[in-house]
């Protein structure tokens, strides 16, 4: 079934008061400039609480995340390089020690 915009408005917790701002500006008289500055400064503070910031949360939440990962990839990377190369002699010592194949 059909909701009015008023029963919508009170179901998101939004001002039902806008509505008829908005009512009165499209169909009848302008509201005062007073009433419409009130009404776009609440409206604009709404949706500030109930989108915007959310919004912002969530955006901030996942940039950490992506930090912690890069970071925990540089630590990766650093303790790769930390890493002695393996020297000439040592390569050599590894392959003399391996057992040889006899060519059966």
């Given at each position: ?8 408005c ?9 509505v ?14 007073f009433t ?36 925990d990839?540089?630590?990766a ?8 190369p393996p ?5 050599a010592?590894?392959?003399?020690s391996?057992?040889?194949s006899s060519?059966?």
């Amino acid at each position: 079934f059909a909701s009015s915009v008023a029963q919508i408005c009170a179901r998101i917790g939004m001002p039902v008061w806008l509505v008829d701002v908005r009512h009165e500006a499209t169909h009848n008289q302008m509201p005062s400039l007073f009433t419409l500055r009130t009404a776009a400064t609440t409206l604009l503070n709404f949706l500030r609480s109930v989108y915007w910031d959310p919004m912002d949360q969530i955006g901030r939440r996942r940039e950490e995340e992506v930090i912690g990962c890069l970071d925990d990839y540089t630590q990766a990377l650093q303790r790769c390089s930390n890493r002695d190369p393996p020297s000439s002699n040592n390569k050599a010592e590894a392959t003399r020690s391996q057992p040889h194949s006899s060519g059966d």
